[in-house]
């Protein structure tokens, strides 16, 4: 309730987890046989600052990308249950993409490490700390003691922080060279180029200040480069309907970006660069449509257009050979167009990227371990074996280190190789510190005690330079002193790293409740890496171009093994649990291939087979396929899932070392078999039905549709059934008699006031990309299972596992999902190829609209589902028999039925295997088998707020709370309240001339809102 | 009985005037239909088959209950499938009975005397099979008494609003009233049955269950009453009952579903599948039991004409929908009529457009009219029929609603079919053992169509009255 | 069989079947006896059954003790052993201590919390050091082990009662949970099912009828509010405590 921000030491974190009964048992809420005796546990020393049942939020620093973005953490009883943005980070702002949420889930991964392992005649055996630190102190003297110390590798996963120059530190003092900071993510040629043109690694982009964007090739909304805050930015410069920016994308495939943008310049794998010189004038028209393959009108338009706008933003991404020149490219376009300060800043940097190593000196490291130079092998966090092109040949050349050590939190293809496993504290467990802008530090703190029996890399490293209880080594006095007085210069723990940066345990103190505070990081050289020539694509070793993309959830890899980023659709593909490979209808149709017919794909390096996917925006002489998926052995969730794209790509590097994902050549032919695809579209056109609406600037000004029927906000329907009217369970007048004495608690009135609200949501088209984080949120919130995995679905297709099975029959639970319609007349299977125009792309996230007159309220037979008089739409759990029929009765089929005990421990399709379960939040009920779910507007956080506006004695004040979803949105297009009380921001939101009903003519009255998408045709004078 | 004062070619069969020449005295009545009561290897056989659907249908529904709903073939938003459309379907063969045994009675239609024993035990057992599938299709099962409105401590009552709830009331109504009648009419007959029992312990239950009848002039007097009464009860079910589960779906806004025609055609509709489903059972009873000279071929010639009609309303429903989905302009509705005729759902719709619409009009022909091969062919095309007609109701209008990203198929598993069938074997297992307990025609009714005594000498007896057939109507009387 | 034996038998099997449905369904209000269901009654359900015959009814005009089991599978009078048995009655009728004392977060909280092994010590490292049950207590806190209180009083599941919004109300703790004070060994007081808590809900609550529950007797203030009949009227929509 009370969101006191707690400070991490001095709460006696092992006593929470003592504490199983008092609270904790309101999780375990499955069935209702308690018929045995139940204890009530006690604290026996209660901590300071914790309440029972009463949660405490941390703040900490993210993780789950380079970006280092501001969360905070709800605790209680010793549990993380939530991760949130934080309101005061300059970088995320509070909000917070899906990636970040799923951290819970790498918290209590169900696969984790419990321990320290040691590999014992090729079985890895769990080990105590004291055994593990004297293998580590071992090994590492056999590396030292062989001479060959200085080629001994240590990748650490990319991180900004203290560890880099600790790290460095403590390998010199092993005399080992310093360590690479790896990060497979990192977008290189721009990274680089940036350096060079404007002297910083990531400058702030601003998107607002720029009345055009043009992304070479750079999906900045999904995946590439800092996702949220360039969502952030981006999502409010929409959100300014007049004035907005115009957004073109230009590449192979259409990804989110693509599907946001205004146009879509579909030009040919690695040629963006030629577009670049023809702005600059330094290529004509002709020539650069020549080289791209697209319409030459289309590029004169475009440097009309870029000439005419100013000032614009133009943005490099791309990968592959030419990645580098396009970059330089475009940021000295940037320059010369007087872009940079206006919508460029360099003086607000971003940290992400300082000090991350470039892929390329792998290449040294895979090249000196098959010469089997290298002694001893570290990998912190990092998954090299899996994360890089097959090409490079890094496992086979790893297994030829004598001793590989692994600080991995999770098991995966690296550790599958390493002898010794020294599992690190998971990030929510550890100290650290960041600097994701410049000048600024980001904490972050241990949210709750360590799950599992696990280590900080930084003491472990330590522990083994402490002169350890006699293990077989004796040393001689002598140098026993020298060493004491060595180490004695190495802080006692990390925690002590941290805090001495900052100047002491007091500042840290001080510093931890907001997790920020002034101050910079060392700067660090970043090694010089033997760039690989990029052979691959001159030779014409196949007819297609081969695009691979990471996209936000399952990033190189590192999210495959938690369920919800699993779950969750990609916001393009809208697939899920499975990797596919999409082509343009006409390229399946030359190859003679449907639809989840399998196909081989086929480069230099290595081949996949895998289902085809018709996707109309790929180019047709191109085939994508999404990386991230396809491990051999990272766990449950991510093991035998789908296909390894790594496994196509060569060993090549552009000229800034990155990996070259984009252009590889690539042989594609029809192969047997037949799958399903798993997705969750049904159809992906609107069928006219105005679902997802949308108009133009022009339109909006000249009212040209400002009809006053069509638009709830206007005065004629201003006071809209069910939505303002203070009585909101009247929409279905059973208590219209004013003077009725039957209204009870309907009447506004009556003592509990709950009639005097009506809360309701509004959701902004103009701002939301369709990136899906709200989600995630929902999933963490409410304790929706994922039914996916491959154990939960084989009930269904008795012959063949599969995961995704229940996905396939539309069984997912997401009580929030993601509609993405494109504006086509045809199925995809018909459509053609048309370089000239590309379809209009909309999403919209549809969620109960909680009905003022709902259509499955009066067809439930039991009162499981009816309208409570603030305007929610209720379904109580524990008095739903499962008729379905509200489903049924359902226009926007939101309601989501329990098909399985997907909440009962002993059941396969059991959605929360221990310790995932530890995050189901104590304040929402998991569903039993056989009732029907669905969004519940958060009625726990209403709920809660209304105790704390009892026990302060206060009303509710105007945006005190929203909802999980709303939270989240790092596009700030939900927006939660009390559509009844004048001083919520949403009453002001309802009123906007974009407001819509979806379906109004059904009467629903619903109390979601949605404001239409603007577009943003190209100005007169520019014919595109 | 009136005696028959001119005799036209052709009989006008619908009249009360209906002959059954091969039939003599009453003790041949008595004789040939207790007949029907020994048993037989065929029907032990039959009786076993029964069972052993049976028993698959309920192993398969416990193993839903362990498993979860998820185990049928569901494909949200298709919510509901096969349960929902085999509940309409028995509902629907049930509502023959009630029309053959009480309102054909009021009209004083006499072919109805043969076979409306049959038909009302057919509509008893049909009910009894209609009434489980609500309560398999719960996801619940076990909370399924929180339909009812009983006082309980949690002071709730069911939603008066919901159409399941009108449902659970209009059924149970049905199903008693339904069972008194069946019940009421067997007493003499039970009597009978008395009579000619040996077996004491069977004396007696036969004793109780005919209430000791004594068959005195006042007992006739009331029986008579009583029946008349119980008829005119039973006469406004007919049409309500099916009315009341029409609303299940023409209540909700569903396109396909929210229709003002439900009712109506829901009626003729059921009234179609029940009397296709009496064929399918009185043929070959005819046939086995050597019935042919009671159940004669005007019966089912009269009987056929009513399946006509019916198929006919049904017909006209069909094009109704159509039309109006055209009509009406809704986008969304015309939408869903072409997916349902032309798109996804094509051979369901056309399954059901056949069997319902196109072969019965053969019924025109007199000839096939009085075919009981053909007649009981063409019932099972129409039980096939009627049960896709109500699968082309509940599935496509669910798989292709308003909201297209939701826009799904639907394939029923093992355990769909495996409940379906175990219907068919809960039926059959109680219509075996009724014809076995029970004369399957009723023998008080049919001694009163019988010439009486004096009349004897007059009565034609034909050589070989057994496999009695006219060739052509009237041509024996 | 005659027709009068016929009809006798129909209406007999008719009334005998209204009448199970209803006794069935029909939720009793009546004291309860404190006797768990045992043989031989010990001092403690003595002590209990003393305790509830002191009970004044409570707000709705009865204890809301009902023979109807609710989901714990027992029902009112449920009282079992628990493994310190601590005397309610020294605590707060001799040393007058309150209940929030030990009970600290219910009017923080949505869970009352139960004392640490801690807290006792406060007292008792001092006081009453040699009696059996502290010795307990004082080892459990030396062996650093919590007590594992056996739980008497849980609303069914599915529910959310956050204590601290009915101490806001002004209800006292006796209104549910009985004159615990005056209870030996604690055991569930009332019925805990939803009839009983939405009754309170509905016919609202009112601060003497509280005070009464609790056993002493009520202010002036609360008086006059029963005078004027002001009940406190709580929110009984579904989604209160169901979600």
């Known amino acids: 309730m009370t969101k006191p921000v707690e400070t991490a030491n001095g709460v006696k974190r092992r006593d929470f987890l003592k504490v199983l009964g008092v609270t904790g048992a309101a999780t375990a809420m499955v069935g209702c046989s308690t018929d045995q005796v139940e204890k009530l546990i006690p604290y026996v020393t209660s901590p300071d600052h914790t309440v029972p049942g009463v949660s405490n939020y941390y703040a900490t620093t993210c993780r789950e990308c380079a970006a280092g973005c501001g969360i905070i953490v709800e605790t209680r009883d010793g549990r993380a249950l939530k991760a949130e943005g934080n309101p005061d980070h300059p970088v995320n702002r509070g909000a917070i993409c899906a990636r970040g949420q799923a951290a819970l889930q790498g918290l209590y991964n169900p696969d984790r490490f419990r321990g320290p392992m040691l590999r014992q005649n090729g079985q890895l055996v769990p080990i105590s700390w004291e055994e593990a630190i004297d293998a580590l102190h071992k090994g590492v003297d056999t590396a030292m003691k062989s001479g060959k110390a200085r080629h001994a590798v240590f990748i650490n996963q990319h991180e900004q922080g203290l560890l880099h120059s600790f790290l460095d530190e403590w390998l010199a003092y092993r005399d080992m060279p310093p360590h690479i900071s790896y990060d497979a993510e990192a977008p290189f040629a721009t990274i680089v180029a940036n350096r060079a043109v404007y002297g910083v690694s990531w400058p702030r982009l601003d998107f607002g200040a720029a009345k055009l964007i043009v992304s070479f090739a750079a999906d900045f909304l999904d995946g590439w480069g800092l996702p949220v805050p360039q969502q952030l930015d981006f999502a409010e410069a929409r959100g300014k309907i007049e004035g907005a920016p115009r957004l073109i994308y230009i590449g192979p495939r259409r990804p989110l970006t693509g599907l946001n943008a205004d146009q879509w310049i579909a030009a040919k794998p690695g040629t963006a660069g030629a577009i670049a010189r023809m702005l600059a004038g330094k290529m004509t028209a002709a020539a650069a449509a020549a080289a791209t393959d697209v319409p030459v009108a289309t590029l004169a338009a475009l440097k009309k257009e870029v000439a005419a706008a100013k000032p614009s933003l133009l943005i490099a991404g791309g990968s592959g050979p030419k990645a580098l020149d396009l970059a330089t490219e475009v940021n000295t376009l940037n320059k010369s167009l007087g872009n940079v300060g206006v919508t460029v800043k360099p003086a607000e940097a971003y940290g992400a990227w300082e000090g991350v190593v470039p892929p390329a000196v792998l290449n040294d490291v895979v090249a000196a371990m098959e010469a089997s130079d290298v002694p001893a092998l570290f990998v912190r966090g990092a998954n090299p074996v899996y994360s890089t092109p097959v090409g490079l040949g890094f496992a086979a050349a790893a297994a030829k280190v004598p001793f590989k050590v692994s600080f991995s939190t999770v098991p995966d293809e690296t550790t599958a190789l390493c002898d010794l496993i020294l599992p690190d504290h998971h990030a929510l467990e550890s100290w650290g510190i960041a600097e994701p802008v410049k000048g600024t530090l980001g904490l972050q703190q241990p949210t709750m005690d360590p799950v599992f029996n696990t280590r900080a890399t930084a003491d472990v490293l330590l522990a083994s330079l402490r002169p350890l209880p006699c293990f077989s080594c004796p040393v001689d006095p002598a140098e026993d002193k020298q060493h004491a007085a060595d180490i004695a210069k190495f802080p006692p723990d990390y925690r002590g790293v941290v805090a001495s940066h900052i100047g002491g345990n007091s500042k840290l103190q001080h510093a931890l409740p907001k997790g920020l505070l002034a101050g910079s990081l060392p700067g660090r050289v970043v090694p010089v890496a033997k760039i690989m020539k990029p052979a691959i694509v001159g030779e014409a070793t196949g007819d297609y171009y081969l695009a691979t993309y990471a996209n936000l959830l399952m990033g190189d890899g590192r999210g495959a093994n938690k369920p919800w980023l699993q779950e969750l659709p990609d916001p393009v593909t809208k697939i899920c649990w499975q990797t596919v490979v999409e082509m343009h209808p006409e390229t399946a149709k030359k190859l003679g291939v449907e639809r989840g017919d399998h196909v081989t794909v086929k480069t230099v390096a290595g081949s996949i087979t895998a289902p085809a996917f018709l996707y109309i925006g790929v180019r047709p002489d191109t085939v994508a396929v999404m990386v991230g998926r396809g491990q051999t052995a990272s766990g449950r969730y991510a093991t035998g899932t789908g296909h390894n794209a790594w496994s196509l790509l060569p060993a090549s590097n552009d000229a800034a070392g990155g990996y070259q994902l984009v252009g590889v050549r690539c042989t594609v032919a029809k192969a047997a078999g037949h799958s399903m695809i798993v997705t969750t579209e049904g159809s992906g056109r609107q069928h006219g039905r105005g679902i997802a609406r949308a108009s133009t600037l022009e339109e909006l000004l000249t009212g040209e549709e400002h009809k006053p029927h069509a638009f709830p906000g206007q005065a004629s329907t201003a006071f809209l059934p069910g939505l303002r009217a203070p009585v909101a369970g009247d929409a279905q007048g059973e208590f219209s008699d004013p003077t009725s004495a039957q209204k009870g608690e309907y009447d506004p009135k009556h003592p509990s006031g709950r009639a005097k609200r009506r809360w309701a949501m509004t959701i902004d088209l103009a701002k939301c990309t369709g990136c899906s984080a709200c989600v995630t949120a929902c999933y963490a919130e409410n304790n929706i299972p994922t039914v996916g995995a491959e154990w939960q679905g084989p009930i269904l297709y008795p012959d063949r596992k599969f995961p995704g099975a229940n996905i396939t029959r539309s069984r997912e639970m997401a009580w929030l999902r993601l509609e993405r319609y494109y504006e086509i007349d045809r199925e995809y299977k018909d459509m053609a190829w048309n370089p000239e125009h590309h379809p209009e792309v909309r999403v919209i996230p549809m969620l109960c609209q909680h009905c003022g007159n709902a259509p499955c309220e009066p067809v439930c037979p039991v009162y499981a589902t009816y309208h409570a008089p603030d305007g929610l739409n209720v379904q109580v759990y524990n008095r739903c028999v499962g008729t379905r029929y509200c489903s049924n009765n359902c226009p926007y089929k939101v309601r989501y039925f329990n098909w399985f005990g997907y909440g009962e421990p002993d059941r396969a399709q059991y959605a929360f295997p221990e310790p995932l379960n530890w995050q189901l939040n104590p304040d929402v009920t998991v569903r039993a088998k056989g009732i029907m779910e669905k969004c519940s507007f958060c009625v726990q956080r209403i709920r809660d707020a209304e105790t704390l506006a009892k026990v302060q004695n206060r009303e509710i004040e105007a945006d005190e709370f929203t909802t999980a979803c709303a939270q989240a949105c790092p596009s700030r297009a939900i927006v939660f309240g009390d559509a009844a009380d004048e001083h919520w921001s949403v009453t002001k939101l309802i009123e906007d001339r974009r407001a819509y009903h979806v379906f109004e003519e059904l009467n629903t009255f619903t109390a979601v809102v949605y404001l239409k998408k603007i577009n943003h045709p190209a100005p007169a004078g520019v014919t595109a | 009985m009136a005696t028959i004062a001119y005799e036209p070619k052709r009989p006008n069969i619908a009249s009360a005037n209906v002959q059954l020449p091969a039939v003599r005295d009453y003790e041949q009545v008595d004789d040939e239909i207790v007949a029907t009561l020994r048993p037989s290897k065929a029907w032990f056989l039959m009786l076993m088959t029964a069972i052993a659907c049976l028993g698959l249908g309920v192993s398969a529904f416990l193993y839903q209950l362990h498993q979860g709903l998820g185990v049928a073939g569901y494909n949200p938003p298709v919510m509901w499938g096969v349960y929902i459309v085999t509940f309409v379907f028995w509902i629907g063969i049930g509502h023959a009975g009630t029309l053959i045994s009480a309102i054909l009675f009021l009209f004083r239609a006499g072919f109805r005397t043969t076979i409306y024993r049959c038909a009302e035990a057919m509509t008893v057992f049909a009910v009894m099979t209609a009434g489980l599938f609500p309560i398999i299709h719960l996801g619940r099962p076990w909370k399924f008494f929180w339909l009812l409105p009983y006082p309980n401590w949690r002071l709730l009552w069911p939603q008066f609003k919901s159409p399941l709830v009108w449902d659970v009331f209009a059924i149970s109504t049905y199903l008693t009233i339904s069972t008194t009648f069946l019940f009421v009419g067997l007493i003499p007959d039970i009597a009978v049955l008395r009579d000619r029992e040996t077996n004491p312990t069977r004396k007696r239950i036969l004793s109780f269950l005919s209430f000791g009848w004594r068959n005195t002039e006042r007992e006739w007097r009331h029986f008579a009453r009583a029946y008349l009464f119980l008829a005119a009860v039973s006469t406004p079910l007919v049409l309500s009952v099916h009315s009341v589960v029409s609303f299940d779906f023409a209540m909700a806004i569903t396109p396909g579903w929210h229709t003002t025609i439900f009712p109506p055609y829901f009626v003729a509709g059921a009234i179609f599948s029940g009397i296709g489903m009496v064929f399918t059972i009185i043929i070959p009873i005819r046939k086995w039991f050597r019935l042919q000279h009671y159940v004669t071929l005007n019966h089912l010639d009269a009987a056929a004409k009513l399946c006509l009609t019916t198929s006919l309303i049904v017909g006209c429903a069909y094009m109704v929908e159509f039309f109006i989905a055209w009509y009406g302009g809704v986008q969304v509705e015309q939408d869903f009529f072409w997916n349902r005729v032309f798109g996804q759902w094509w051979w369901a719709a056309w399954i059901m457009l056949t069997c319902n619409m196109i072969l019965p009009l053969s019924l025109f022909s007199q000839k096939l009219r009085r075919n009981p091969t053909w007649l009981w062919i063409l019932s099972i095309f129409i039980n096939i029929g009627m049960w896709f007609e109500r699968f082309v109701i509940v599935v496509p209008s669910l798989s292709h609603e308003f909201e297209p990203w939701q826009w799904t198929t639907y394939a029923p598993t093992w355990v769909d079919y495996s409940i379906l069938l175990g219907s068919f074997g809960w039926f059959f297992m109680w219509f075996l053992l009724f014809v076995r307990q029970l004369p399957i025609i009723a023998i008080a009714e049919v001694k009163e169509i019988v010439a009486p005594r004096l009349k004897r000498a007059h009565a034609h007896t034909p050589d070989n009255a057994d496999d009695y057939e006219p060739e052509t109507p009237g041509a024996h009387n | ?243």
């Open chain 3, 1 to 243: 069989m005659t027709g009068r034996r016929k009809w006798l038998v129909i209406t007999g099997v008719l009334a005998i079947g209204v009448a199970s449905t209803l006794l069935s369904a029909y939720a009793g209000n009546y004291q309860v006896a404190a006797v768990a269901a045992g043989t031989t009654e010990t001092a403690t359900q003595k002590a209990n059954r003393e305790a509830v015959g002191k009970a004044k009814p409570g707000p709705w005009g009865y204890s809301g003790a009902s023979g109807y089991t609710n989901y714990l599978g027992e029902g009112t009078g449920r009282s079992p052993a628990q493994p310190v048995k601590f005397p309610h009655p020294v605590h707060v009728n001799t040393l007058q201590m309150n209940c929030v004392f030990c009970h600290s977060s219910a009017f923080k909280s949505p869970d009352p919390g139960l004392p640490a092994v801690a807290s006792c010590m406060g007292c008792h490292t001092i006081t009453a050091i040699d009696r059996p049950e502290v010795k307990k207590v004082a080892e459990a806190f030396n062996k650093k082990l919590p007590i594992a209180w056996v739980r008497v009083h849980k609303v069914p599941e599915y529910v959310r009662f956050p204590h601290v919004r009915h101490i806001y109300a002004g209800v006292t703790c006796q209104t549910c949970h009985g004159q615990v004070q005056n209870m030996e060994q604690v055991f569930q007081y009332a019925s805990l099912n939803m009839g009983w808590c939405v009754s309170c809900h509905v016919n609202g609550y009112s601060r003497a009828e509280g005070m009464r529950a609790a056993g002493y007797e009520p202010d002036s203030a609360a008086l006059t509010d029963e005078r004027q009949g002001v009940r406190k009227v709580a929110s009984y929509d579904c989604a209160n405590c169901h979600y």
